[in-house]
């Protein structure tokens, strides 16, 4: 019965990486992706490995997104000032 | 498995699968409201969970959270601008609803606590959380769209 938060998190944290996985869109990756990072930082504290944790947070919840949220934009405008050429 | 850890269980399970449901499927707009109630699900879970292990350390998570979850939300209302130009979304029962949430786990914490330094730290991670989810909110709806430029 003790178990039943880390089962629920970690069915969760498949869930989740099963959905990101299966967008087509990079932006509404990047979306499943940060809330994957956040159910992933709970999965570490469920697991007792809070530093672990703390450092999944920061990484997944802010700056993973961001990354590739640049990423996205700066490839779109490339793209578009191609066709403009064209 | 005491009475904390089952509250804990309750919220990342109802509030994950919603948020889960939410991200995947329908427009940008509701995608981005539901990243935005993952902070505000999850952060009370992780409160509630540091009071069910009876490890005041594990507010830390909480905090930093509380911090963060708000930026990544203004990151893609920032950068998404394009895609939100049609639509304002808002939900704001849903908002309300997840601040309540947000209050009812930092009030039991607290009381569990007692009164001294951990429970001015439960009170401004509360705050940080309770505001950090309005000003995301706000922002997605459109309310600072002058202010932002975007």
């Known amino acids: ?86 | 498995m005491n009475g904390w850890i089952l509250a804990a269980t309750l919220a990342l399970g109802g509030g994950g699968a919603a948020v889960l449901w939410g991200v995947t499927t329908g427009p940008p707009a509701r995608r981005i409201l539901a990243q935005n109630l993952a902070t505000s699900a999850v952060c009370p879970a992780l409160l509630l969970l540091s009071q069910g292990y009876g490890r005041p350390s594990y507010v830390d998570l909480a905090l930093l959270l509380a911090l963060l979850g708000p930026v990544g939300t203004l990151v893609f209302a920032r950068l998404l601008s394009d895609d939100l130009a049609g639509e304002r979304p808002s939900a704001w029962g849903l908002t309300w609803t997840a601040a309540g949430l947000g209050l009812a786990a930092v009030v039991a914490a607290c009381a569990a606590a007692g009164p001294g330094r951990a429970m001015v730290k439960l009170l401004v991670i509360g705050v940080l959380l309770i505001a950090g989810n309005v000003i995301a909110s706000r922002a997605l709806a459109g309310g600072f769209r002058r202010v932002g430029g975007g």
């Open chain 1, 1 to 86: 019965m003790a178990d039943a938060v880390i089962v629920v998190t970690l069915l969760l944290t498949a869930a989740c990486a099963t959905a990101a996985v299966t967008q087509r869109d990079p932006a509404r990756q990047a979306l499943v992706l940060s809330v994957l990072g956040v159910v992933l930082a709970a999965l570490f504290t469920v697991l007792q490995a809070p530093d672990v944790g703390l450092s999944q947070l920061a990484v997944g919840s802010a700056l993973t997104p961001l990354l590739i949220m640049l990423s996205v934009r700066k490839t779109r405008r490339r793209g578009r000032s191609k066709e403009d050429r064209e």
